[in-house]
Structure formats: structure tokens, C-alpha cells
């Protein structure tokens, strides 16, 4: 089975409650394969791909940010093609650009919707 996790950040870029429920999401699928797709946390940088606790994480170019939301382009293109064979993608809600990915018809496999608020 694959599992594919997408959102705007993960680690080491942000050590906040998302990326920590999408680390334990990870650790608890270890014998899956796995893929994280995300944007850099600055703009500037690079699209890239490295592993963090062995789980490749796919971290897209940015082309600006806006409302603490992150546009990018690659991003879009990334969550196409790594999702086009996933069995489960887990969208880590909300970001805007995943909502845009979906409308798109972007996203393959089951859809499932993580919600995270504050309160």
C-alpha cells in the first residue's frame, strides 16, 4: 500500500502540531511506502527531495506566500504525479493549494481529510 501525506510544511521547517501528527502518521505506517509533499518553508529555495526518519519528503519550490499560505506551482505538479498510484492520500486541512489540487482533479487514491483547528 501507498501512503501519500501533503500539506504546506513538515519537518525540520516547522516543529508544530501538524507536522508532528503527520510524523506519527508516518512512524505508525512504517512498513508502507510512504512519500510526504510539502512547500519550502522560505521562498527562494529549491524544489528538493530528502528523507526524514526515512520517509522520502518531496518539499516543492515556492513561487510567494500570502496569509501564511504558500503558492507554488511545483507543488501542484508534485502532488499529481506522486499521488497518481497512492492508495491513500492524507491531506492535512486546511491549505488552500490542496483544496485547488482536489478541485483540479489532482489528487488520486482515497482522499482522506485531516482537520486540524486551534482552539
Known amino acids: 500500500?501507498?501512503?501519500?501525506?501533503?500539506?504546506?510544511?513538515?519537518?525540520?521547517?516547522?516543529?508544530?502540531?501538524?507536522?508532528?501528527?503527520?510524523?506519527?502518521?508516518?512512524?505508525?505506517?512504517?512498513?508502507?511506502?510512504?512519500?510526504?509533499?510539502?512547500?519550502?518553508?522560505?521562498?527562494?529555495?529549491?524544489?528538493?527531495?530528502?528523507?526524514?526518519?526515512?520517509?522520502?519528503?518531496?518539499?516543492?519550490?515556492?513561487?510567494?506566500d500570502f496569509a501564511s499560505t504558500p503558492f507554488s506551482i511545483r507543488f501542484l505538479q508534485a502532488v499529481h504525479r506522486r499521488t497518481r498510484n497512492s492508495d491513500i492520500t492524507i491531506y492535512h486541512f486546511p491549505y488552500p493549494m490542496i483544496d485547488l489540487a482536489v478541485l483540479l482533479g489532482l489528487v488520486k487514491g482515497k482522499l482522506v481529510v485531516w482537520w486540524h483547528c486551534d482552539f
Open 1 to 64: 500500500m501507498k501512503i501519500v501525506q501533503i500539506f504546506k510544511i513538515y519537518w525540520p521547517d516547522n516543529g508544530g502540531g501538524i507536522a508532528t501528527v503527520m510524523e506519527s502518521i508516518a512512524n505508525a505506517m512504517k512498513k508502507e511506502k510512504q512519500e510526504i509533499v510539502v512547500c519550502q518553508a522560505k521562498r527562494g529555495k529549491k524544489t528538493t527531495v530528502e528523507k526524514y526518519n526515512g520517509v522520502p519528503v518531496y518539499r516543492c519550490s515556492q513561487l510567494f
